[in-house]
């Protein structure tokens, strides 16, 4: 004997979960545009919010491998890898 389910939703509830999927990403990213708009400016040329995460990701890489003074020779090396691989996705990408 089949059981069948019928689950419905109304459009009503998709919709208000939608806008208010949007209107949180929307603030969540705001600072990024901030950033994203300095960036722009500083590389004379447009940057998405994607360009604008590798980027950061790219220098937070860099000081996260140069700040620490006594930080061990493994350590600091796989904060240079990253780095590494940061800046590759960013030329990647075309910035």
Same mark, same amino acid.
């Given at each position: !004997?089949? %059981?069948? !389910?019928? $689950?419905?939703?109304?459009?009503?509830?998709?919709?208000?979960?939608?806008?208010?999927? %949007?209107?949180?990403? =929307? *603030?969540? =990213?705001?600072? /990024?545009?901030? &950033?994203?708009?300095?960036?722009?400016?500083?590389?004379? %040329?447009? &940057?998405?919010?994607?360009?604008? +995460?590798? $980027?950061?990701?790219?220098?937070?890489?860099?000081?996260?491998?140069? $700040?620490? /003074?006594? /930080?061990?020779?493994?350590?600091?090396?796989?904060?240079?890898? +990253?780095?590494?691989?940061?800046? *590759? %996705?960013?030329? *990647?990408?075309?910035?």
């Amino acid at each position: !004997m089949e %059981k069948n !389910m019928v $689950l419905e939703t109304s459009f009503s509830d998709n919709k208000f979960t939608t806008e208010t999927m %949007k209107y949180i990403i =929307n *603030k969540v =990213n705001a600072p /990024m545009r901030i &950033v994203c708009r300095y960036y722009s400016h500083v590389l004379e %040329k447009e &940057v998405s919010i994607r360009q604008g +995460w590798l $980027l950061t990701e790219a220098q937070t890489a860099f000081l996260a491998g140069v $700040l620490p /003074m006594e /930080m061990p020779f493994a350590a600091r090396a796989l904060m240079f890898a +990253w780095f590494v691989v940061a800046v *590759k %996705k960013c030329r *990647k990408s075309g910035i």
